[in-house]
């Protein structure tokens, strides 16, 4: 039978760590001069990796971080420099060259990883699947992680009218209010890894 609990648990905990409502500025300035259609397939293709990266992990994150001898602060340490890089991108003006790229490019970094499935959701999720002790509580921790992506879809699907709404000046300056956030994410994902380090974690 299904643990709500433990559902509600997942669900409350990734959906804080993964932040879909804070992912909405990110999303519009990387998405920004595409089209609506082009835009709503960046939303779903991020969601995609997010939830594909998500699942890698749940089932064999443990073994892939021992065979390559990979520590969790080194793996948090290494998406929070990745983060930096591309909030100083949005912080500089240099946000077109990589909204001129593929569409498949901003859907998979930085959008879907790791903004969304980052170091923190993955190690949450991880954490989640060590304490399955049961079908329910596997089927609960499946379901949350699911209702999670679905919220993420629907806040990047429903920027769009934001998006036409604000205008280019509107856009530049949520670009840079995106790049100062994402810079800040990236600073504390790489100070935790830091304190991780000295406490003899890594």
């Known amino acids: 039978m299904l643990e709500t609990a433990l559902m509600v648990e997942v669900f409350v905990t990734l959906f804080v760590i993964m932040d879909p409502v804070g ?3 990110i999303f519009l300035s990387l998405t920004a001069g595409r089209s609506a259609a082009s835009a709503r397939k960046a939303a779903w293709q991020a969601v995609a990796v997010s939830f594909l990266v998500i699942t890698i992990f749940a089932f064999f994150g443990q073994q892939i971080l021992t065979n390559l001898h990979i520590s969790l602060p080194a793996l ?3 998406g929070g420099l990745l983060l930096l890089l591309v909030a100083l991108e949005l912080l500089t003006g240099n946000e077109k060259e990589m909204t001129a790229q593929a569409d498949a490019n901003v859907a998979l970094v930085p959008l879907g990883t790791p903004l969304l499935a980052g170091p923190g959701a993955i190690v949450a999720t991880m954490l989640f699947v060590k304490d399955i002790d049961s079908w329910g509580s596997g089927l609960a921790v499946a379901v949350g992680i699911v209702a999670v992506h679905i919220a993420l879809w629907l806040a990047m699907r429903y920027s769009l009218p ?3 709404l604000i205008r280019e000046g509107g856009v ?3 670009t840079r209010i995106a790049g100062l956030l994402l810079s800040a994410i990236a600073v504390q994902l790489v100070a ?5 380090f000295i406490a003899g974690q890594g």
Request: hydrophobic share 60%; charged share 20%.
């Open 162 to 164: 934001i998006l036409r």
């Open 23 to 25: 992912t909405v500025p």
């Open 192 to 196: 935790d890894a830091v304190r991780a």
């Open 172 to 174: 530049l300056l949520v």
């Open 76 to 78: 948090q340490c290494a």
